[in-house]
């Protein structure tokens, strides 16, 4: 009976240690990136500059939705007031775009916003994160290939005129269309993104130019329609705001989905020249022109033709059609199709670089860290992402499937404004020290032991000599070390304040984010009853206030100021920014719809159960699990190993 009860207790013990074990697993968090460091030969070229990071980042955000859009919102959203939608739209992205520019200058590594939630959240959302990141640029590359087709089609004068190798096809026993051209398009962009990050990112700043000239054009000989018509689409009695505030704030809400793309920016950090300079400034400005150009555009448009009369379709086109220019609906064609070309790029560019970031820290096969010698691209990886695209993109219509694009960059967004949170008032202390730096450490502890017994050794010789010398002097002496004990008090109470201020952070920050997650999502359940409903706001609204409040009052940790690379890009106004960051995105995520939100749970269970029997246990981290040690004391070891190997 006793052998079975020690079995018994045996056996509970070990479930325990293994539950404790998968926690630790979940929220343990990689070193960050350090100019301290052991820098580590990566294999990828640092060829981008500044213009280059603006040509992805536009290229990447401006899709031919934009010549679409302005269409559908203004006739049922917004009316004239378009253009304020695309303002109010366009801040709210740049609030993500201001915490992205200070993780990408601290952590200049690629991963983007996988790299940056496994420093500062956990292994665990990294690993959900960057899974959710596949998704969205797969389906996003395959949705935007099988839309060139067709617009490809009006140049030729009609789907039926194309050659027969880019036409549209129907297998009736599968009872699927498959899209020929959209396939061959995506391999032509796989082959372009392996030849070198230079050569790929001048075909596409060379699309991008050409996109963005077609925008202009529209701007200008739209222009000088309207002035010399009279702007007859702004002189309606409805007024500006045909649907009130709700209408434009609505219509702010779907066109934000348009400013997506400059995050792809970010994931080439490791292949840019001055990225402490340039990265913030590429997603900047890239933000800033795509803005700008969709709120030109959508005056233009809305001005020239009254918004109920505008084309759904082809609001552009249509809308020069009614002042005589047929022609210009091939100027604005050829606008669609660059602009579908260079996001397409923009999609397949960052997925094998977070791939290959995820391959690194050990959560995937070693497979998609290899990096090609000639190219200094992961060649690998991407032939891997193109073929899977592209079969994706010609067998597949992935029009339902488009929403779960926009589920990886809002739970991206959120994340790293909760990162910048955490970096800002709870940076991580300790960071696993690797088995390489593990003997150095026993080195440098054995001999500071041994040094320490030397000193005391001689100091109780010397207080010993000077005692029989003289006895005044030893007062002197006595008074000395009687202030050490203070001293060690004091700092014991420094220290254990700042562990009281680093526990108040963090569960301020916990609050907050389930206030917002509570408000938003009462706020979403219009179909909910009234009083529970309105008391559920109230209770968001308080613990969001609450955790907002105390963030405000207590000092942000001194050591972000030496977290990762200093010196770039400070994020402004925390924690209100990313606070309003956070509520913004989590409320977009909660309304894209319950079926949107079935089929990316099927994705994110299938990498819960990838990371469970592979990612955990060959981790990079699992080794590093027995020893922590204090970021600073962990970056001075490790440059001191360095400088005993040279």
């Not at 219509?251 to 348009?258: M, W």
């Amino acid at each position: 009976m006793g052998a079975l009860v020690n079995m018994q207790k045996g056996g509970g013990d070990g479930c325990r240690r293994a539950f404790s074990r998968g926690l630790t697993s979940l929220i343990r968090r990689k070193p960050v990136d350090s100019v301290h460091t052991r820098s580590e030969t990566r294999g990828l070229a640092r060829r981008l500059s500044l213009v280059d990071l603006i040509a992805i980042g536009v290229g990447s955000t401006i899709g031919a939705g934009v010549y679409i859009l302005v269409g559908t919102v203004a006739r049922e959203n917004t009316g004239p007031a378009l253009t304020i939608s695309f303002l109010v739209a366009g801040i709210a992205a740049a609030l993500s775009a201001f915490c992205y520019a200070e993780l990408a200058c601290r952590c200049p590594s690629a991963g983007s916003a996988y790299h940056y939630s496994y420093i500062c959240v956990g292994e665990g959302i990294a690993w959900l994160i960057g899974w959710a990141l596949i998704l969205e640029y797969t389906i996003g590359g395959s949705a935007v290939a099988r839309g060139i087709s067709p617009n490809l089609a009006l140049f030729f004068g009609g789907e039926d005129k194309l050659p027969a190798f880019l036409v549209r096809y129907t297998i009736s026993w599968l009872g699927i269309v498959v899209d020929p051209c959209a396939a061959i398009l995506v391999f032509i962009v796989t082959g372009l993104l392996c030849v070198g990050i230079k050569e790929s990112t001048l075909a596409q700043t060379i699309v991008t130019v050409v996109n963005v000239c077609v925008m202009v054009f529209i701007i200008i000989a739209g222009g000088y329609l309207g002035f010399k018509t009279g702007w007859v689409g702004y002189e309606l009695q409805s007024g500006y705001f045909p649907f009130g505030a709700n209408g434009m704030l609505s219509g702010s809400a779907i066109v934000f989905f348009s400013y997506i793309g400059f995050d792809s920016v970010t994931s080439t950090a490791e292949e840019v020249k001055n990225p402490q300079k340039d990265l913030p400034l590429g997603i900047g400005l890239a933000l800033a022109i795509c803005c700008i150009l969709y709120m030109l555009v959508s005056v233009v448009i809305v001005g020239l033709v009254p918004f109920y009369e505008l084309n759904a379709d082809t609001p552009i086109s249509s809308a020069f059609s009614s002042y005589g220019m047929k022609w210009a609906a091939y100027t604005v064609t050829t606008g669609a199709v660059t602009a579908l070309v260079a996001t397409l790029m923009g999609s397949i560019l960052p997925q094998p670089r977070i791939l290959m970031a995820m391959a690194r820290d050990g959560l995937l096969p070693s497979f998609f860290s290899d990096i090609n010698k000639h190219t200094h691209v992961p060649v690998k990886s991407t032939i891997l992402t193109g073929i899977f695209a592209a079969t994706l993109a010609f067998f597949m219509d992935v029009s339902q499937l488009a929403g779960m694009v926009s589920v990886g960059t809002l739970l991206a967004f959120t994340t790293v404004a909760i990162s910048v949170l955490i970096l800002r008032y709870v940076p991580p202390e300790e960071v696993p020290l690797v088995s390489s730096l593990q003997e150095p450490l026993d080195s440098v502890t054995s001999q500071f032991h041994h040094d320490t017994q030397d000193i005391g050794t001689e100091t109780s010789k010397n207080l010993l000599g000077s005692c029989e010398d003289d006895r005044q002097p030893l007062l002197g002496e006595e008074e000395s070390l009687i202030g050490y004990p203070l001293n060690k008090k004091e700092l014991a109470q420094d220290v254990q304040n700042e562990q009281k201020r680093r526990k108040i952070a963090a569960w301020s920050i916990t609050l907050l984010c389930i206030g917002v997650l509570v408000l938003t999502s009462a706020a979403s359940a219009e179909k909910f009853w009234s009083i529970p409903r309105f008391m559920l706001c109230g209770v968001g609204i308080a613990l969001l206030l609450c955790g907002l409040t105390v963030l405000t009052c207590i000092e942000q940790d001194d050591a972000r100021h030496s977290f990762g690379h200093t010196g770039g890009f400070v994020c402004p106004f925390v924690p209100f920014l990313p606070a309003a960051c956070i509520l913004i995105n989590t409320y977009l995520l909660i309304n894209l719809g319950a079926g949107t939100w079935i089929r990316v749970s099927v994705w994110l269970v299938v990498g819960a159960l990838i990371y469970v029997f592979y990612g955990r246990t060959h981790s990079s981290l699992v080794d590093a699990d027995a020893a922590h040690e204090p970021r600073t004391q962990a970056e001075e070891i490790s440059a001191t190993s360095s400088e005993d190997v040279a």
